[in-house]
């Protein structure tokens, strides 16, 4: 199995930074898809930031306040939130899609990470 391990999430005043990171751990043969998702109280799960299908892309509400990149070399992704705003406050999941080496063989996975909080105070 691949199990993505997330970190960073915390408490920050509006205007502040948060940086997360994300690292998936496993006989991980290839990363087709990585990125963040977020969950608000009473809202629905939303793409972030997310490298999708060879491209990047971010949705439009935190453009030009986050950057997401990649070490290809240690599967793993940040997330660098600047400006932050009180209703950037929600759950952040991170996500990945691919293909591990199991039992079987070459077999696709695709992993949620445990969630991280980030609350953002007014």
């Known amino acids: 199995q691949v199990q993505l391990v997330e970190s960073g999430g915390g408490l920050v005043q509006a205007g502040g930074s948060l940086r997360l990171s994300c690292s998936a751990t496993g006989n991980i043969l290839s990363i087709n898809t990585m990125g963040w998702y977020r969950q608000a109280p009473g809202k629905e799960r939303e793409l972030v930031a997310g490298f999708i299908s060879g491209s990047t892309n971010y949705a439009d509400s935190v453009k030009d306040r986050f950057t997401i990149s990649r070490d290809s070399a240690k599967n793993t992704v940040y997330l660098q939130m600047n400006s932050l705003k009180p209703e950037d406050t929600a759950v952040y999941y991170c996500?990945?899609?691919?293909?591990?080496?199991?039992?079987?063989?070459?077999?696709?996975?695709?992993?949620w990470g445990q969630g991280t909080q980030v609350t953002v105070s007014s």
């Open positions: 996500n990945a899609r691919g293909e591990y080496r199991s039992t079987w063989g070459r077999t696709t996975f695709g992993s």
